[in-house]
T-cell receptor, first 114, second 111 residues
Framework: NAGVTQTPKFRILKIGQSMTLQCTQDMNHNYMYWYRQDPGMGLKLIYYSVGAGITDKGEVPNGYNVSRSTTEDFPLRLELAAPSQTSVYFC?????????????FGDGTRLSIL | QKEVEQDPGPLSVPEGAIVSLNCTYSNSAFQYFMWYRQYSRKGPELLMYTYSSGNKEDGRFTAQVDKSSKYISLFIRDSQPSDSATYLCAMSGQAGTALIFGKGTTLSVSS
């Protein structure tokens, strides 16, 4: 059972480039999340989804977009990369019991924008 | 005042010590409390989960919640080098409200 899988693990982008961070889970979870983790700043929620076709903004959504066409996949897109988006990005999921319940995390994507 | 406050450390202890990690919060609506452990270059993993007030014990780990003081703690007994990690507290209110994470405390246990 793989859990939550994120790809790529590392990426360097130039300012203005775009990319998609991939996230897939094999636990049939309805809820999926994207967080960013900056040094000493904890986890900040970017976007979340309560099921296929439904997404909503979190605390720090500017500069990002998401889609949820299947239960398994929840990609995060950066359209115009900026240095402020240098961070470690984590995808997470949980069952349909609510946003306020424990989540399973992937191992992150480390993104540097130069 | 931030919703969740957590001392970032770092905290260094010898093997076998008792470790106390703490978070304070300001939102009296919080009722779900969690502790996550995060090893270097890995994602957070759930360690303890408590609803409302009281204590919960799991092996060497004990989670305490004091809602009257808006204070939660994680105790680690007989600490091991494998406990070296960053510990994140997280909490939330009723259904429909997202988890709020502390900034994490980095713990180092030396043998």
């Amino acid at each position: 059972n793989a859990g939550v899988t994120q790809t790529p693990k590392f990426r360097i982008l130039k300012i203005g480039q775009s990319m998609t961070l991939q996230c897939t889970q094999d636990m049939n979870h309805n809820y999926m999340y994207w967080y960013r983790q900056d040094p000493g700043m904890g986890l900040k929620l970017i976007y979340y989804s309560v099921g296929a076709g439904i997404t909503d903004k979190g605390e720090v959504p500017n500069g990002y977009n998401v889609s949820r066409s299947t239960t398994e996949d929840f990609p995060l897109r950066l359209e115009l990369a900026a240095p402020s988006q240098t961070s470690v990005y984590f995808c997470a999921s949980n069952t349909g019991s609510g946003l306020n319940q424990p989540q399973h995390f992937g191992d992150g994507t480390r993104l540097s924008i130069l | 005042q931030k919703e969740v406050e957590q001392d970032p450390g770092p905290l260094s202890v010898p093997e076998g010590a008792i470790v106390s990690l703490n978070c304070t919060y300001s939102n009296s609506a919080f009722q779900y409390f969690m502790w996550y452990r995060q090893y270097s270059r890995k994602g957070p993993e759930l360690l303890m989960y408590t609803y409302s007030s009281g204590n919960k014990e799991d092996g060497r780990f004990t989670a305490q919640v004091d809602k009257s003081s808006k204070y939660i703690s994680l105790f680690i007994r007989d600490s091991q080098p494998s406990d070296s990690a960053t510990y994140l507290c997280a909490m939330s209110g009723q259904a429909g409200t997202a988890l709020i994470f502390g900034k994490g405390t980095t713990l180092s246990v030396s043998s």
